[in-house]
């Protein structure tokens, strides 16, 4: 079934037999941020009406906070929007954001997933992780590497939480980031982008440089 039809993170873990646990894996990194992206955020916070629907919040509160990070690995991977992800009838959908290798065939070709984000709409947080979970968990078959971590996020557009999913363990990040204190936020984001480019081999190191205290 799609993944919009999984309600509750407990009918995840039971279907596909995946434990949960919970501790702090982010960390959070040093990222420039600049002052037109500052200001511009304000703006449409300020000015426009950044929460009036599902879209709205997804177009002007959680993909210009995903494009201002993927700038830096815009070479190694592709950032999508609503991208179908399919594995079998039973896992297949749309995730709101899939950030996925990048192709050598080209920019239009989809390649393995590393992470999923998925909108917390209205709010829930509860039917956003059962969605991400399992699409966590299609994008793990797809892969056909069940050691590969794949990380997920769900958010609201002002709250932000983290996961990642390695072999049957899944692991949520228990503290969550905010939009308020866009600087810590931020460097989780990037922190999740760089873990991405570790398990792509582009990296040796196990953390990045310039973790804030």
Not at 118 to 143: I, P, R, S, T, Y
Not at 147 to 154: A, L, N, S
Not at 173 to 193: Q, R, S, T
Request: proline fraction near 3%; charge should be negative.
């Amino acid at each position: 079934m799609a993944f919009s039809n999984y309600k509750t993170v407990d009918a995840v873990l039971k279907e596909f037999q995946i434990t949960y646990t919970e501790s702090n894996f982010v960390i959070e990194t040093d990222f420039s941020i600049s002052d037109y992206f500052r200001e511009d955020l304000e703006f449409i916070r300020e000015e426009g009406a950044p929460e009036c629907s599902e879209y709205a919040i997804c177009e002007n509160l959680i993909y210009p906070l995903l494009k201002e990070v993927w700038k830096k690995y815009y070479s190694k991977f592709m950032l999508w929007s609503h991208k179908s992800l399919n594995y079998d009838e039973k896992l297949s959908g749309f995730p709101e954001y899939i950030l996925s290798k990048r192709s050598l065939l080209g920019k239009i070709v989809f390649d393995q997933p590393y992470f999923m984000l998925v909108e917390a709409k209205q709010d829930n947080f509860e039917v956003g992780w059962a969605q991400c979970l399992v699409e966590m968990f299609a994008a793990q078959k797809l892969n056909e590497n069940p050691d590969q971590e794949i990380f997920g996020i769900t958010s609201n557009g002002s709250v932000w939480q983290f996961g990642k999913l390695k072999g049957s363990l899944f692991t949520k990040n228990k503290k969550y980031y905010l939009l308020d204190d866009l600087n810590k936020l931020l460097g989780a984001i990037n922190y999740i982008f760089f873990q991405c480019e570790v398990l792509l081999g582009g990296e040796e190191r196990s953390e990045p440089e310039n973790a804030m205290c």
